[in-house]
């Protein structure tokens, strides 16, 4: 089913591996679509609590784009190209009403940024880099940076990166809340997988939920929020966990969260 990633399923987790290391992780148009049905078909499954998005190796998470690929097949319609691959991919992402987190194995370049960035959370190899090289083919970041970085960072910032293309290594990165943690690359399993244990057990549809609002709240008023917080809250209260969770607390216990 998949030839560019590796997708696996262990106890409500999924993790999806970009594997094309001889070009370091690249995004050819086949590895996009793949990216884009293995987020859906996880987000849609309600078995799985998680997903983690990672690449092969130590090198790189996703070096950017293709371009050899992408001339070879002679893609000059660059709007086209997004439109009908990338930016499926990013939505498929900040859609899915559940945790993803990024696993930063290596460099995250151009649309590789991008795609780190959609994540929730991102925990990275402390070795690794990030970087907006469009400039540097006179090109502007693409696929969902510049929607993200003056969320995170504010428009001066995000603009400095942009417009000099520049790497940001990881000291940098967790200082600006780019990512939520760096660590050893011998130790990034450890803490992926300590963070996916709780989410494993969490409240799968609150979560859902909140992320839901959260993309939406720079584009809505606060009395906007306020009401599509009491929307999705009074959805919330109609769920198995809510009941569960408020069982537990009365009693004392730790809740046992079903994702329902």
Do not use: W
Not at 118 to 127: Q, S, V
Not at 139 to 159: E, N, T
Not at 165 to 176: N, P, S, V, W
Not at 220 to 242: C, M, P, R, W, Y
């Amino acid at each position: 089913m998949y030839d560019n990633i590796i997708y696996e399923v262990s106890e409500g987790v999924v993790k999806i591996t970009l594997n094309r290391p001889q070009v370091f992780n690249a995004l050819s148009t086949e590895l996009i679509k793949e990216i884009t049905l293995a987020v859906e078909t996880a987000g849609q499954d309600e078995a799985v609590r998680v997903i983690v998005i990672t690449g092969t190796g130590d090198k790189a998470f996703c070096s950017g784009a293709d371009l050899k690929a992408g001339l070879d097949k002679g893609l000059t319609a660059l709007g086209d190209s997004l439109r009908e691959n990338y930016n499926p991919m990013i939505k498929a992402i900040r859609n899915a009403e559940k945790p993803v987190i990024c696993r930063l194995n290596g460099i995250a370049a151009g649309a590789g940024m991008s795609l780190a960035l959609a994540c929730d959370i991102i925990i990275a190899n402390k070795d690794a880099y990030m970087s907006e090289l469009f400039v540097g083919i006179g090109l502007m970041p693409d696929a969902g940076s510049m929607f993200f970085l003056p969320r995170i960072l504010g428009v001066q910032k995000a603009f400095e990166l942009c417009s000099t293309g520049r790497k940001i290594y990881m000291e940098e990165a967790l200082t600006l809340g780019l990512v939520s943690k760096t660590v050893a690359y011998e130790k990034l399993d450890t803490v992926v997988n300590e963070l996916v244990e709780v989410y494993k057990v969490s409240a799968t549809k609150s979560i859902g939920l909140m992320k839901k609002v959260l993309n939406q709240s720079f584009n809505n008023s606060l009395d906007e929020i306020l009401e599509k917080e009491a929307v999705h809250q009074d959805l919330l209260g109609k769920t198995h966990d809510f009941a569960e969770g408020v069982m537990a607390f009365l009693q004392k216990r730790k809740a046992t969260f079903k994702g329902k």
